[in-house]
């Protein structure tokens, strides 16, 4: 926490983990603070002693709130659901609940890790794209099947939950990686409504503190 007391959010602007907290914070109203962790500059800044000695993994998110500091967005997301349980972003019915758990656990466990700047590097520049697009496309033909059975207006029902707070950043990625999402109606009809959402849109990559003039909107 700083001096006024105000969480601290260690975030890149391109980052879909990141992405996923500030989703979280904004619907839960809570004020915080950020401060950018450059993963490209100076040879990746998370890899600093500073930031090492608040993260070991040397990833970002990590959020200082309450006196602690919490890494991994789905368990900062969780936390802040049991401390500021309103809007709820985990259904009560605990059948929709663990259709919840399970999409954010496909898309945080299943897609996001395989495309990852991380494991981008080890792959070698030639292969990166292609790479890229089949660790997604892997995951989007589960997750579109999925989706299927448990979307209403959302992901899970007709209310955003901690699903949609990670569907979102994924789409972007896919986009960024040249995936043609047409191919997935329901996850694109989706994302579509979830986009228009004001907290969607106030921590859109494009609009964060350390995001390059160049791709500001």
Not at 97 to 108: G, K, T
Request: charged share 20%; aromatic share 6%; hydrophobic share 40%.
């Amino acid at each position: 926490m700083t001096e006024s007391g105000k969480p601290i959010l260690y975030s890149y602007f391109r980052s879909s983990c990141s992405w996923r907290v500030r989703i979280a914070l904004a619907l839960k109203g809570i004020d915080y603070e950020t401060v950018p962790i450059n993963l490209i500059k100076d040879g990746g800044q998370q890899f600093s002693k500073d930031f090492q000695a608040l993260n070991p993994m040397k990833q970002v998110p990590a959020l200082k709130i309450d006196g602690i500091t919490i890494h991994q967005s789905l368990a900062i997301i969780e936390y802040l659901e049991e401390t500021r349980p309103t809007p709820r972003l985990l259904p009560q019915d605990p059948k929709k609940r663990a259709s919840v758990r399970m999409i954010s656990d496909l898309i945080a466990g299943g897609i996001q890790p395989l495309q990852n700047l991380s494991v981008l590097k080890q792959v070698g520049e030639e292969f990166q794209l292609t790479w890229a697009q089949n660790a997604i496309i892997s995951g989007f033909n589960a997750l579109e099947q999925i989706l299927q059975s448990t979307a209403g207006t959302y992901c899970v029902g007709d209310e955003v939950t901690m699903a949609d707070l990670c569907l979102v950043p994924q789409v972007a990625n896919a986009e960024r990686f040249k995936v043609d999402c047409t191919l997935y109606p329901t996850i694109s009809s989706i994302n579509k409504r979830l986009l228009v959402l004001e907290a969607f849109q106030v921590t859109h990559p494009c609009r964060q503190p350390d995001t390059p003039t160049e791709l500001r909107a």
